[in-house]
């Protein structure tokens, strides 16, 4: 396919250059491989891929989709907004990820996704995911447990939201989000590239872009961390996940469509 289209005022392309058979998640340790009757399915579930700027809305809260989605590259956010404007980040979307997964469940779309850098899709045909189910028991338990995981990421974030300080937020939220990054290969002597400005965090902990800038410059003091740019710097692990009670959560391969 090689059509373009606008959405949300970004342009979007949508080809197909990433054959199921090489696909770079292959080789991390983090997932678990296909079956030969597995990738074969899903090499013809898959139908291209989407191509989207930062910025883009992928998708949006009511809206209805035909199309699921895997994360190949980039980052992403989930979101829903109030009628005057508040923001509550729900999640943030990395490699490996569904995306579009309730808008099939549900009918439409509960909240709204968007491109925080440049990003690459594999595009599934909702229609198809039936058979996934009938037919594929082994991915219709994949899509499953990613589900539950979202579920559990939700949780995390509930409590974070409900009952953690400020410091214990953002410390749970920065170590959240490098501990995925890492496991994708995409921290490098613990650093790693951030794609993130302080009000997206401020929106994702429920705290005001004040107190979040005061509370990123405690842990910055403390020389847990040190964001500078675009790059963020994980200097104590150790340290920052005791302020934060962090425990790891993923004991098993990691699957993905």
């Given at each position: 396919m090689g059509f373009q289209k606008k959405l949300t005022g970004v342009s979007v392309q949508l080809s197909r250059q990433q054959p199921c058979e090489t696909c770079p998640f292959r080789s991390l340790k983090v997932f678990r491989d296909f079956t030969d009757k597995e990738l074969e399915f899903v090499s013809g579930f898959k139908n291209g891929e989407l191509i989207a700027e930062a910025g883009a809305t992928l998708l949006l809260e009511g809206a209805m989709s035909p199309h699921i989605f895997t994360v190949l590259s980039g980052w992403g956010f989930r979101y829903k907004v109030l009628p005057d404007g508040r923001r509550q980040v729900l999640n943030f979307v990395m490699p490996g990820d569904i995306v579009g997964l309730q808008?099939?469940?549900l009918g439409e779309m509960q909240h709204s996704v968007?491109?925080?850098s440049g990003m690459l899709l594999c595009v599934f045909e909702r229609s198809c995911l039936w058979e996934l189910f009938s037919k594929h028991p082994g991915l219709a338990f994949d899509v499953t447990w990613l589900s539950a995981r979202e579920e559990q990421?939700?949780?995390e974030h509930l409590l974070s939201v409900g009952r953690r300080t400020a410091l214990e937020r953002l410390a749970y939220l920065l170590l959240h989000i490098y501990t995925r990054a890492d496991a994708l290969g995409l921290v490098k002597a613990n650093r790693m590239a951030f794609p993130f400005t302080q009000q997206l965090l401020a929106d994702t902990l429920g705290?005001?872009?004040v107190h979040t800038n005061k509370t990123l410059r405690r842990l910055c003091e403390r020389k847990?961390?040190?964001w500078k740019g675009r790059q963020f710097e994980l200097l104590d692990q150790d340290a920052l996940a005791e302020v934060a009670a962090y425990e790891p959560t993923e004991t098993r391969l990691r699957p993905f469509i």
């Open positions: 808008g099939s469940m968007e491109a925080l990421i939700l949780d705290l005001s872009l847990l961390v040190r």
